[in-house]
Nanobody, 116 residues
Framework: QVQLVESGGGLVQAGGSLRLSCAAS??????MGWYRQAPGKQRELVAT???????TYADSVKGRCTISRDNAKNTVYLQMNSLKPEDTAVYYC????????????WGKGTLVTVSS
C-alpha cells in the first residue's frame, strides 16, 4: 500500500521560510508534487516535478518556492521562501503513476501557518 508521509509544516512569520518533505513508499512515481488547500477554498496546485525533472509552478509561488525530488529516496521537497499570510493552508503531497490512466496518491497534509 502506498504511503506518503509529509513533514516540515508549522508556524512562521511573514517573510520567513519553511521546507516541506514528503517520503513515499513503493516504487518510483512519474510525477510528485505539492498542492494546498486554504480554509474555504479549493485545493490548488503549488508545484510538481516529473521523474525526469520537468517542473511546474503555480504563478502565485513562482520565484518564492523551489521543488525538488530525490528519486533514490522517493522523496519530494518544497522549499518555500518569502512566505506570505496568503500561503497559509494545508499542504498535501501528491504522487502520480501514469499508465493509460493517472493514479493519484495523497498524503494526509501538513499545516503551514504564516502570521503577519
Amino acid at each position: 500500500q502506498v504511503q506518503l508521509v509529509e513533514s516540515g509544516g508549522g508556524l512562521v512569520q511573514a517573510g520567513g521560510s519553511l521546507r516541506l518533505s514528503c517520503a513515499a513508499s513503493g516504487s518510483i512515481f512519474d510525477i510528485m508534487g505539492w498542492y494546498r488547500q486554504a480554509p474555504g477554498k479549493q485545493r490548488e496546485l503549488v508545484a510538481t516535478v516529473t521523474r525526469g525533472g520537468r517542473i511546474t509552478y503555480a504563478d502565485s509561488v513562482k520565484g518564492r518556492c523551489t521543488i525538488s525530488r530525490d528519486n533514490a529516496k522517493n522523496t519530494v521537497y518544497l522549499q518555500m521562501n518569502s512566505l506570505k499570510p496568503e500561503d497559509t493552508a494545508v499542504y498535501y503531497c501528491n504522487a502520480q503513476r501514469v499508465y493509460v490512466t493517472v493514479i493519484n496518491y495523497w498524503g494526509k497534509g501538513t499545516l503551514v501557518t504564516v502570521s503577519s
